[in-house]
């Protein structure tokens, strides 16, 4: 472990010394995590680069890979899709997706993690991103959220080979 990784904990996410609020799935921290259980599942992810809104915000300054995100780009959450869990730009799409251009900001900056990435075993569960919280305490699909000037400061200082580490 080191201070650059995010580490989970029952207070929040311990992360160069301090402790910042976050959000996890709602359902829970599980170890058997599966496609639509809403789980943050258990394990060292690592977090390997992410996307932005070019249109909404400035390229952040981070050590990490960060891409823009463009017009239809999805990430498929459907088993069937020989892209499942992964990114795909295309409209229309036939498969279960998600919009990664949302009209709210919550993907504004989004970290992608390797949970199930990048070879996916279909149905143990698509993307664990770190991005934006709808408010304190609101669960999400089994990401990672914090208050948008949190997760501004985490993208900023992070490191190349930071993990996620997430214990039961």
């Given at each position: 472990?080191?201070?650059?990784?995010?580490?989970?904990?029952?207070?929040?996410?311990?992360?160069?010394?301090?402790?910042?609020?976050?959000?996890?799935?709602?359902?829970?921290?599980?170890a058997d995590k599966c496609?639509?259980?809403?789980?943050?599942?258990?394990g060292r992810h690592e977090?390997?680069?992410?996307?932005?809104?070019?249109?909404?915000?400035?390229?952040?300054?981070?050590?990490?890979?960060?891409?823009?995100?463009?017009?239809?780009?999805?990430?498929?959450?459907?088993?069937?899709?020989?892209?499942?869990?992964?990114l795909i730009n295309a409209?229309?799409?036939?498969?279960?997706?998600?919009?990664?251009?949302?009209?709210?900001?919550?993907?504004?900056?989004?970290?992608?993690?390797?949970?199930?990435?990048?070879?996916?075993?279909?149905?143990?569960?698509?993307?664990?991103?770190?991005?934006?919280?709808?408010?304190?305490?609101?669960?999400?699909?089994?990401?990672?959220?914090?208050?948008?000037?949190?997760?501004?400061?985490?993208?900023?200082?992070?490191?190349?080979?930071?993990?996620?580490?997430?214990?039961?």
């Amino acid at each position: 472990m080191t201070p650059f990784d995010l580490v989970v904990t029952p207070r929040g996410v311990r992360f160069m010394g301090r402790l910042f609020p976050c959000s996890i799935g709602k359902g829970g921290i599980r170890a058997d995590k599966c496609e639509g259980d809403g789980a943050t599942p258990v394990g060292r992810h690592e977090i390997v680069g992410g996307f932005y809104r070019p249109d909404r915000i400035t390229a952040p300054r981070t050590a990490l890979p960060m891409m823009p995100l463009r017009l239809n780009d999805l990430w498929s959450d459907d088993v069937d899709d020989v892209n499942y869990n992964h990114l795909i730009n295309a409209h229309p799409y036939d498969f279960s997706h998600e919009k990664l251009r949302r009209a709210d900001p919550l993907y504004d900056l989004v970290l992608v993690t390797t949970w199930n990435w990048p070879v996916a075993i279909p149905g143990k569960g698509s993307a664990i991103f770190i991005h934006q919280w709808r408010r304190p305490g609101y669960g999400t699909e089994g990401c990672i959220a914090f208050s948008r000037p949190d997760l501004h400061y985490i993208v900023e200082n992070l490191r190349p080979g930071a993990q996620l580490i997430v214990q039961s």
